[in-house]
């Protein structure tokens, strides 16, 4: 399984999926304005989805596996 996640522009951003715990298991770079995270190795939970642009900005999402 997949995650997809589309931006406004393409422009670097890190991205981060965290557990609840916040542990980082998964973490990429990218340019791209659309993207698909695979999420296939996570375990059942909850995660936070944690993006950071190249100017600092940062957004949060959630979801459930």
């Known amino acids: 399984s997949q995650i997809g996640l589309e ?3 393409n422009a670097n951003r890190v991205i981060r999926v965290l557990d609840m715990s ?8 990218s340019k791209e304005q659309m ?3 695979p999420v296939t190795s996570l375990m059942t939970g909850n995660y936070v989805v ?6 600092g900005a940062t957004e949060t999402k959630r979801f459930v596996k």
């Open 7 to 9: 931006f406004h522009k």
């Open 22 to 29: 916040g542990r980082v298991q998964f973490q990429m770079q």
């Open 35 to 37: 993207l698909r995270i």
């Open 50 to 55: 944690h993006i950071t642009d190249a100017d």
